[in-house]
């Protein structure tokens, strides 16, 4: 029925506020049954809760009258609606209490869980991005390095050019004074000959 599905919402939305990580929080919801529930945190953070309900204390003596009441009001056999009363599951407090440690400890365990997912996702997304890093700034030294190489083989195509008009230069200026010197001894032969 849309009111008393509105009435568990309600009563959800209360039970769960406050409620600290690794402990558990029972009320009596706006349809007088008893529901639990503890909270699901991943890093600090309230993601989810595991509840517990609905159900009735072992020794808890139900007001008859008022559940008849309910089913007039929201339009339900009354026959009927009791007979699925007397069939909620009872509970003594003490297995409410161990129901919930378990489920408290299950609560953390897939918080635990969760949070490891989470970071492991995070380490994955941080290692991906530090691995295409990498590769760009290997392309990026093999263009310095094939640009580096082009400059120097440029340059050394230079010196080489440079050097080789140095050394024929010189070559040049000893054939010269070979000649010259040749030139000065024909020149000092003639001489001594008249």
Not at 40 to 56: E, T
Not at 101 to 130: D, P, V, W
Not at 173 to 190: G, Y
């Amino acid at each position: 029925h849309p009111d008393t599905l509105k009435n568990c919402l309600e009563s959800d939305t209360i039970l769960t506020k406050g409620v600290p990580e690794g402990t558990f929080k029972s009320y009596r919801c706006k349809n007088q049954m008893w529901d639990i529930v503890t909270p699901i945190m991943v890093g600090g953070k309230h993601v989810g809760n595991v509840f517990m309900g609905q159900y009735m204390l072992h020794d808890e003596v139900p007001d008859i009258e008022l559940y008849r009441k309910q089913a007039r009001k929201y339009g339900f056999d009354e026959e009927k609606y009791i007979a699925a009363l007397n069939k909620v599951p009872r509970f003594t407090k003490e297995t409410i209490d161990a129901g919930m440690r378990f489920y408290s400890k299950l609560a953390a365990i897939i918080s635990e869980m969760s949070f490891s997912a989470i970071q492991q996702t995070r380490l994955m997304a941080l290692q991906k991005s530090a691995e295409e890093e990498l590769v760009q700034y290997q392309l990026n030294l093999e263009k310095l390095v094939e640009s580096r190489t082009e400059e120097l083989m440029q340059k050394n195509k230079e010196l080489n050019e440079f050097n080789n008009l140095f050394v024929g230069r010189e070559f040049r200026i000893k054939e010269l004074k070979d000649q010259l010197k040749d030139l000065k001894e024909h020149i000092a032969k003639l001489e001594n000959r008249s």
